[in-house]
């Protein structure tokens, strides 16, 4: 008979799992080590004698006999389950980050299995706090959708509207893209190889791995509009749920629902969701998850949650750097806690303790890289710092007025920009991201926030806005682009929202307990109310219109690609340029025609000796003489393209 202690392990079972791992770890550094150099005719690949080693002693690892010494080492706390899967997920993710180091000195563009080891990592990180966790229980969860079913129904039902309104024409309206969105589509092509192959990797502080996720997109779906903006779109419907948890943990399911429903039909959300350029709108879901996950975890001190937001956030760090708004924000709760909530914080210190060690875990690859690449990580306050870029002292000079006066300003407009100033920035809409009912119903809970900021949850609630309205006013420039950054702040505005509706009704004694059918009705009606504004600001009042990317310039650009790539690639495209427009100037024309070439021809279309089957464009600047060439030299094929009523090229193909 097989002696069944020694299959198990027995007393000593805590001992063989480290060094089986420790066996399975050289295994893996090796391979990586491997992978990681060109392949050469050789007896044996480089470093197959380190997986020998490993391979050994993973086998010795199970032939370890169980002694009174071992026993003990093996049963004391150091070997226990959670040390080993906490260190289990810190070097899983060190390896990725070492496994980086050497795909990018030996070029290596296949970064699939770093990924891997990777997230491994970060799930042993969890799995160390998931065990003290209640077990699984499917009766207890079935009791539970249906004792919510109302609830889950309403958050599906608004998570289906907020599908519905983001991706009706998605490729089609706006109908153009804008330079920035082009830039966002070619990079997105380049990840394929070369630096930002490397998934930790930054281009303007855009995440490589989430330009990954673009270009499959791209390859899935083809280059176009669409599957540019399927990433946003999908953002912009998981903020509804995302809003709804958050809320939930400041105002229960009452104030959640509204906030929910709030952000499914914001206009401004709906049209940040419908384009590449601006990833701020992935803030918008991701910043919400992770705080709530945290707040839960502090209410209920359940290490597991805190361990989750603390991945999350590190990944946030791949993706923009609203993340860093994040983190800066969190240092200080945590501080303010730890100074002023004493009493409450200091039975959460585990938790927070385990926040940080799952944020520390998984940052590790891309914190080498920013290490590495300060430059990239420190990339849009270099270019739109309100201090590096120069701005401040230069208009200290210009206008005489004090730092303190001046910043004072920035971070006056750029909370203004979401109740007064217009979106034009990105969007064009004449509207505030916010509409006159909405910021009344802010302004009434922002001043309920403030009021209870002595509960640790509305101190973070607080912290979430002001932190991203500081940050936008003090460190970023210009001020036309607050209306599009202040996106950080949309949950927390429209959270804070929520409050102010159900208050000012609890104020005038019309609460759901006591007037349960009025409070329903008078909701309601306010959102309903919202929900049509909203609607006809962005698809009556915008959509329709031509105000996305105004620089006649950029629009044409668009269309120019556009129609470029339905030309057959053997002929010959030129476009009568002038000093306004020419192809080169904005992304978007390279980006949907696929890089095809265009021939800028400056000269008189006369001096054109084009053969039969090539194709002449022409900008707006520019139609008239076409129409004239092309009468003196009839048989082609000529196309007018429209941007809404204006003609903005036109196209002959000669025959």
């Not at 089986?20 to 007896?43: C, D, N, W």
Request: hydrophobic share 50%; proline share 4%.
């Amino acid at each position: 008979m097989i002696d069944r202690q020694h299959v198990d392990g027995g007393d000593i079972w805590n001992l063989r799992r480290v060094v089986a791992f420790a066996g399975l770890y050289i295994i893996l550094v090796s391979q990586f080590l491997v992978f990681s150099k060109p392949v050469e005719e050789t007896i044996l690949p480089p470093y197959t004698w380190l997986a020998f080693i490993g391979v050994f002693i993973l086998v010795v690892s199970q032939l370890i006999r169980p002694t009174v010494a071992l026993k003990k080492i093996s049963n004391s706390r150091m070997f226990g389950d959670r040390n080993f899967w906490v260190s289990a997920g810190f070097l899983l993710s060190a390896l990725g980050m070492l496994a980086t180091y050497f795909f990018a000195a030996y070029t290596r563009v296949n970064y699939i299995p770093v990924v891997t080891v990777w997230l491994l990592g970060a799930g042993c990180y969890m799995y160390a706090f998931v065990q003290d966790a209640e077990p699984f229980d499917f009766k207890s969860i079935r009791d539970w959708f249906v004792k919510n079913r109302m609830e889950i129904g309403l958050i599906l039902l608004l998570t289906a509207a907020a599908f519905a309104v983001r991706f009706y024409q998605l490729g089609a309206v706006p109908r153009v893209l804008d330079g920035d969105e082009g830039a966002v589509g070619l990079s997105a092509q380049l990840t394929a190889e070369g630096r930002l192959s490397n998934p930790f990797a930054l281009w303007a502080n855009v995440g490589a791995i989430y330009l990954q996720l673009i270009n499959f997109s791209l390859k899935v779906f083809g280059i176009n509009a669409f599957a540019l903006r399927l990433l946003p779109a999908i953002g912009g419907v998981l903020a509804v749920p995302c809003i709804y948890l958050l809320a939930r943990q400041f105002g229960g399911r009452r104030i959640a629902l509204i906030a929910a429903t709030l952000v499914t039909f914001s206009h401004s959300h709906i049209h940040f969701s419908r384009i590449a350029s601006v990833i701020y709108i992935h803030g918008v879901w991701l910043a919400p998850l992770e705080l709530y996950f945290l707040l839960t975890g502090l209410a209920k001190r359940q290490s597991w949650r805190a361990a989750l937001a603390g991945i999350l956030l590190a990944i946030h760090f791949s993706v923009y750097l609203t993340a860093q708004i994040v983190a800066a924000m969190l240092i200080v709760y945590f501080v303010l806690g730890f100074l002023f909530y004493r009493e409450w914080f200091k039975p959460r210190t585990g938790q927070v303790a385990v926040f940080l060690g799952g944020f520390f875990t998984t940052i590790l690859p891309a914190g080498f890289y920013f290490i590495q690449e300060p430059g990239e990580f420190l990339s849009r306050l270099g270019a739109d710092g309100t201090f590096q870029s120069g701005w401040l002292e230069i208009t200290m000079q210009d206008t005489g007025k004090t730092a303190f006066e001046l910043l004072l300003g920035r971070v006056t407009h750029a909370f203004l920009s979401l109740t007064y100033y217009p979106a034009l920035d990105f969007y064009g809409s004449p509207a505030p991201m916010l509409s006159m009912i909405s910021s009344t119903l802010f302004l009434i809970g922002l001043g309920i926030a403030l009021w209870r900021i002595r509960q640790p949850s509305y101190l973070l609630l607080n912290g979430y806005f002001w932190s991203a309205t500081i940050a936008v006013g003090i460190f970023a420039i210009p001020p036309g682009a607050d209306s599009y950054r202040m996106l950080m702040t949309l949950p927390a505005a429209l959270i804070m929202a929520a409050i102010g509706l159900n208050e000012i009704f609890q104020i005038f004694g019309v609460s759901l307990e006591r007037a349960r059918t009025a409070y329903i009705v008078s909701v309601s009606a306010i959102l309903v109310s919202l929900m049509f504004y909203n609607l006809w600001t962005y698809y009556a009042d915008f959509a329709g219109q031509c105000r996305f990317a105004t620089n006649t310039a950029g629009r044409f650009a668009s269309y120019l690609g556009s129609e470029v790539a339905r030309i057959e690639s053997e002929n010959q495209v030129y476009l009568l340029s002038d000093e306004i427009f020419s192809h080169g100037t904005h992304p978007s024309s390279f980006f949907l025609s696929k890089s095809r070439s265009i021939v800028n021809f400056p000269e008189s279309v006369n001096q054109l000796n084009p053969v039969s089957g090539e194709v002449i464009i022409a900008p707006p600047s520019r139609i008239e003489e076409l129409e004239l060439w092309a009468r003196e030299h009839p048989g082609g094929e000529l196309h007018y393209k429209y941007d809404c009523t204006d003609p903005i090229l036109l196209m002959y193909q000669v025959p």
